[in-house]
């Protein structure tokens, strides 16, 4: 069963520009533009864009923050902008340059606070916090004023504010902008964790695309309001990434190879890098007319980077 719903979306600006001394000109602006798609429960759904793509349009209208130019938006059945405080209830959201977080309060008084926002249970409550606490490894800081924890332990409590009262849905906005690797990491394996043993839909809009990689079954991309690509990582690489890295270790440093059918994109002592097409030879085929010129002690193979298949994607589209 779909738990988020988009059906022919539309949302549109309208923007007033200078026209002269006195007047203004008015001009009407798409940031999403006839988007339809179904996430079903339980799926963890990159969305992926440049800025000013409609991600954050999208998030804002399946929350119900805005409300859509036309098309309808469904979450777990019901209309975000008819049912405002049960869809509050049953999703959670995190911006990851906004906070719901009180500033001058420890971060504990904050979750308490929010208990009654949601109006959780006591006992509840207690059990969720406890059980953030200990896999966001936030109890060196629980009692800190939330002003003086650092960018990664603010993500930390703000994750964990939105989880409190057990929403169907979390939507994460940019969650690790501006993450050092260790937070980023820790928010990584967190959102796992939750999703395995919760059940927790997760639509995260991001342009750190080894959030994606990591976490992602499903990535819909979008550029100028439109879904470009609706597919799986490995389905974007397959249909997307014809080209391979093979990268041998040779007994001993020498001269760039020059392999039929390949092209040495990279040299450092005895590692070369080269670079073929998939739809014309194997890596097999590549290894053994490496062999004929040198003797190898070790080898593997990289896949394009998921940066430049999206790249790619976008260009092609533009064109």
Not at 57 to 70: A, D, E, M, R, Y
Request: charged share 30%.
């Amino acid at each position: 069963m779909a738990i988020i719903e988009l059906e022919d979306v539309v949302k549109e600006f309208t923007l007033a520009k200078r026209s002269g001394r006195l007047r203004r000109a008015k001009s009407s602006v798409r940031a999403v533009d006839d988007v339809t798609l179904a996430i079903e429960a339980g799926a963890m759904v990159g969305y992926i864009g440049p800025n000013g793509a409609g991600k954050s349009t999208t998030v804002k209208l399946c929350t119900g923050v805005l409300v859509p130019t036309s098309g309808s938006v469904r979450i777990a059945g019901v209309d975000p902008t008819r049912a405002r405080i049960e869809v509050a209830r049953r999703i959670g959201v995190v911006f990851g340059q906004r906070t719901q977080l009180w500033w001058d309060l420890p971060l504990r008084d904050s979750f308490e606070l929010l208990r009654h926002v949601y109006r959780v249970d006591a006992a509840r409550h207690r059990a969720n916090v406890d059980a953030f606490v200990g896999l966001l490894a936030m109890d060196e800081f629980l009692d800190t004023p939330v002003r003086q924890l650092s960018l990664g332990q603010r993500m930390r409590g703000e994750l964990a504010a939105a989880l409190l009262h057990d929403p169907e849905v979390l939507f994460l906005d940019e969650p690790t902008i501006g993450l050092d690797v260790v937070s980023k990491e820790a928010v990584r394996s967190f959102l796992l964790a939750l999703n395995r043993d919760r059940g927790v839909t997760v639509l995260l809009t991001t342009h750190d695309l080894v959030d994606v990689e990591r976490l992602c079954s499903r990535l819909l991309i979008i550029d100028r309001g439109r879904v470009l690509e609706d597919t799986t990582v490995n389905g974007l690489k397959e249909r997307y990434g014809d080209e391979r890295i093979l990268v041998v270790d040779l007994e001993e440093p020498r001269p760039p190879l020059d392999v039929p059918g390949a092209e040495v994109t990279r040299a450092e002592g005895a590692r070369q890098w080269l670079r073929f097409s998939r739809d014309e030879h194997t890596a097999a085929a590549v290894l053994a007319r490496v062999a004929e010129q040198a003797p190898v002690r070790d080898i593997s193979i990289e896949e394009p980077p998921i940066e430049d298949i999206v790249r790619r994607i976008y260009e092609a589209w533009r064109s």
